[in-house]
């Protein structure tokens, strides 16, 4: 789809960049590159690997719950993904021009996108029986006591990835793609501990302690390098300060 996307959009544009230019662009950003795409693999494989976790260790029919939680919580799961590319527009406009409302902005992100999780949550949980099993079949009588550990998990996560995006605003991509790979492992791992424990829905709970552990460790990374940030602006303008009463 991005590739499709970027032939479209050279058509409307009328121009394409010279061969140069973006073999240049290439050998800049190859070391940004690969720590963007290995994040991005690291996630998919953690993504894949619980599904396959749950089947494994619970059974094809606890997958099946597991995927129909999923998608009900696919719409306000896409819009915070959604969201991202124009949290990384705004918050590199405002590093530049009003560095102390990024935080701002990242903390209205992270509220909005709980906020939304939440409410669908709530939505799904007073779903009549006849209307899930209307939408979702059989599976539906399994999947609903997913429900509420799964929303805790995207809420989570609805929190985490403003603060993701946050060192991109600041200009320190591979901060957070740095910090994502290591942690890659912890979601099928503590899937597969709450299973050992309690079935898949004990499983989903271990999803959700684990994405708590993402959301604090990438905010904690987030606010740790935009105060170092705000504080190395104000010691730069106190400098031009006193040179200019000198």
């Known amino acids: 789809v991005a590739l499709v996307a970027v032939v479209v959009s050279g058509f409307m544009g009328g121009g394409w960049p010279a061969r140069c230019d973006v073999r240049q662009w290439f050998v800049e950003h190859r070391r940004l590159s690969r720590a963007l795409a290995t994040e991005e693999g690291a996630r998919q494989a953690a993504q894949q690997a619980v599904v396959w976790i749950v089947a494994r260790m619970d059974s094809l029919a606890g997958a099946a719950e597991y995927k129909v939680a999923q998608v009900t919580l696919g719409i306000p799961r896409i819009v915070v993904q959604g969201l991202a590319p124009m949290v990384i527009a705004e918050g590199i406009r405002l590093h530049s021009r009003a560095r102390s409302l990024l935080g701002w902005l990242i903390v209205g992100v992270e509220l909005t996108n709980a906020a939304l999780v939440g409410v669908v949550t709530v939505g799904l949980l007073a779903l009549p029986a006849p209307t899930g099993r209307a939408l979702f079949g059989g599976t539906w009588a399994g999947a609903r006591p997913l429900i509420l550990s799964y929303g805790v998990a995207c809420g989570l996560i609805g929190v985490s990835l403003p603060a993701q995006l946050g060192p991109k605003c600041l200009g320190n991509a591979a901060l957070a793609a740095r910090a994502r790979v290591p942690l890659a492992p912890v979601p099928p791992a503590a899937v597969a501990?709450?299973?050992?424990?309690?079935?898949?829905?004990?499983?989903?709970?271990?999803?959700?302690?684990?994405?708590?552990?993402?959301?604090?460790?990438?905010?904690?990374?987030?606010?740790?390098?935009?105060?170092?940030?705000?504080?190395?602006?104000?010691?730069?303008?106190?400098?031009?300060?006193?040179?200019?009463?000198?």
């Open 193 to 246: 501990i709450g299973i050992a424990l309690g079935g898949v829905q004990a499983g989903v709970a271990g999803l959700a302690c684990a994405s708590g552990v993402d959301m604090a460790i990438m905010n904690w990374l987030f606010w740790r390098d935009y105060r170092g940030s705000l504080a190395t602006r104000a010691v730069v303008r106190r400098r031009l300060g006193s040179r200019h009463r000198a």
